[in-house]
């Protein structure tokens, strides 16, 4: 019988086949740890006896949702990470370059077929390289800092099968969402989602990689694309045979099939305040709005800010509506200036800041209070996600967020 | 912990992690300085009215969200003695288990049940309320061994012998 990709992982992992349901101890290949939760991982690692870590090369730790530190107490985290690091001897810390998601797989600290976990709900976005990647608790990250192993169970796997060309103006942002309203915000929970078909083939890693970390909003475990030539540049690796076979069998056993035709997809939007409450641009049009943030780690790539950016060149924000990019990493916001976009988002009135998380999960920078509305291309429009619980967020891609921010207003790009 | 009664709050689907404590909140030093704004932003002020040995019954995919592993420690913290819930986030529920939080699925209770009502839990066996019975399944091994041994940190000090 075929394998779905998530099978083949974990058999390459632990040296036998493996079936859905069963539970497994998985070797991690590396972890990935914020600066939010690095004090509560530094205490539980120790509350737990552990004397070293069990490869401290295989350990990042990434600041990120506190820079720069916008309270004296988020300091605090800083000076215990940079503790933790230094008495364990660990090299791969990064303190101001980005966004934790954006940085594993730019740093290449993550290849096709490894096995990641993360502190964070995102780490599903490593999927985009063909890795399995999924998120776990400070507790459980203490406990693989000691023995490098994890228990977990092996998924079930849903295929999304999507082929045919895009229509304009509708990027990989709108897929995920569409993607998320037909499942729901629980429709994957415990499975794996494996991404195939012809438009899949055609996308950058970096459209990948927003569906990829998106999917968690379905609730699925990982997200995974099959390597190919564009991951291999990506990670400027060659492919070995191995990582070349992270595709599904055409007998694997999938407990749902879904088909899409690229042609279908519209610009959507995901509004207040659920992740699947999904409509069409087309429907929202002429909804007044108060901010628009272009970045995070679903959507703060280069070709996001160059999507935005060709819908705003020679344009103007509207006079009331502050808008707000974030590049995903330093690297990304240094490319952005070199290519120009940065002149034209900045001539069309765009606050450019820092790449960080702040904003996106309401911590620093950007906050809205009761009644605003904010079209946003993070990930999360949760009650009080980015200021009170009666701000409205629309969760939408980089080019619907340009739009609507020229426009002050939703309006289709 | 074999058989146990408490009264129930009753909330609905989809209660996300940043419900059960915001993100700006997540810098306070420790789980009980957070715990008086668990579910804020939808309920202000049920976290003070929560009594120790009550029980949480929710609707379908509770803990969905972030990773943060505070969400199940403020419910225990609050005092909570379990969550009962039509499905669980998948994040959420590693977390609960590994802090010691029991869950339990089921399906139906929540729609029969109102906010206030006594229900009495008999672990890997039933949950009764008003006379009707629900039966529930019982947790994997592995997952039991970790709850018995009073979380993942214990689990491990025991591998560590101390």
């Not at chain 1, 083949?8 to 493996?18: A, D, M, P, Q, S």
């Not at chain 1, 709108?174 to 629980?186: F, H, P, V």
């Not at chain 1, 943030?293 to 800010?305: A, K, M, Q």
């Not at chain 1, 906050?367 to 999360?380: C, K, P, Q, Y």
Request: charged share 20%; net charge neutral.
């Amino acid at each position: 019988m075929g394998l779905t990709v998530i099978e083949k992982i974990i058999r390459n992992n632990v040296g036998r086949e493996v079936k859905p349901g069963e539970i497994v101890t998985v070797n991690v290949d590396r972890v990935m740890i914020h600066d939010i939760f690095i004090p509560f991982v530094a205490a539980k690692f120790e509350e737990m006896g552990f004397q070293k870590l069990w490869d401290a090369d295989k350990a990042v730790l990434i600041y990120d949702h506190l820079v720069p530190a916008s309270q004296v107490d988020d300091t605090r985290h800083f000076k215990i990470g940079n503790e933790f690091v230094h008495k364990y001897g660990m090299k791969n810390i990064h303190r101001a370059d980005g966004i934790c998601h954006q940085l594993m797989t730019e740093a290449g600290y993550v290849k096709p077929g490894n096995i990641v976990f993360g502190t964070d709900s995102h780490t599903t976005t490593y999927g985009c390289v063909g890795a399995f990647s999924s998120g776990i608790g400070y507790t459980e990250m203490a406990s693989i800092l000691g023995t490098g192993t994890l228990w977990m169970k092996v998924p079930e796997t849903i295929k999304v099968n999507i082929t045919g060309t895009l229509p304009k103006n509708v990027m990989a942002k709108d897929i995920i969402l569409r993607l998320i309203g037909d499942l729901g915000a629980d429709g994957a929970t415990y499975k794996a989602l494996e991404f195939s078909g012809d438009t899949v083939g055609q996308m950058s890693v970096a459209s990948r990689m927003s569906m990829s970390n998106m999917a968690v909003e379905a609730g699925a475990k990982c997200a995974l694309f099959t390597p190919d030539d564009k991951t291999a540049e990506y990670c400027g690796i060659t492919l070995t045979d191995k990582e070349k076979d992270l595709a599904g069998d055409s007998d694997a056993q999938y407990c749902r099939i879904i088909n899409y035709k690229a042609e279908d997809f519209v610009p959507v939007m995901a509004c207040p305040s659920n992740v699947d409450n999904i409509k069409p641009v087309s429907e929202l049009e002429g909804t007044s709005i108060d901010q628009v943030f272009i970045g995070s780690c679903t959507n703060g790539r280069l070709e996001d800010l160059m999507a935005a950016a060709e819908i705003l060149k020679g344009k103007k924000v509207a006079p009331f509506v502050k808008l707000i990019v974030t590049p995903a990493s330093r690297k990304i916001y240094r490319e952005a200036i070199e290519n120009g976009t940065m002149a034209v988002l900045a001539q069309a009135g765009a606050i450019i800041t820092h790449p960080g998380c702040g904003l996106c999960c309401g911590r620093t920078g950007g906050i809205l209070t009761d009644g605003e509305r904010v079209v946003a291309t993070n990930n999360r429009n949760f009650l009080g996600r980015m200021g009170t619980s009666k701000v409205e967020i629309y969760l939408a891609s980089p080019k619907s967020a340009a739009a609507c921010a020229v426009a002050g207003k939703i309006v289709v790009p | 912990m074999e058989k146990f009664s408490g009264k129930i709050w009753v909330l609905g689907d989809d209660i996300d992690t940043d419900i059960i404590i915001p993100t700006e909140y997540l810098a306070l030093k420790t789980v009980e300085d957070m715990a008086p704004y668990a579910f804020s932003p939808l309920r202000p002020g049920l976290a003070g009215q929560i009594k120790k040995g009550d029980i949480i019954v929710a609707g379908k995919n509770f803990g969905c969200g972030s990773s943060r592993e505070q969400a199940p420690e403020i419910i225990k913290a609050l005092g909570i003695q379990c969550v009962i819930a039509k499905s669980f986030a998948r994040i959420f529920f590693r977390n609960a288990i590994n802090n010691g939080l029991l869950l339990i699925e089921n399906n139906r209770l929540r729609d029969a049940v109102s906010e206030g009502d006594e229900i009495t839990v008999t672990m890997n066996e039933a949950i009764m309320h008003k006379g009707t019975k629900y039966p529930i399944t019982s947790l994997p091994e592995n997952l039991m061994e970790i709850l018995e041994a009073g979380g993942l940190v214990k689990a491990m000090q025991k591998r560590n012998r101390i």
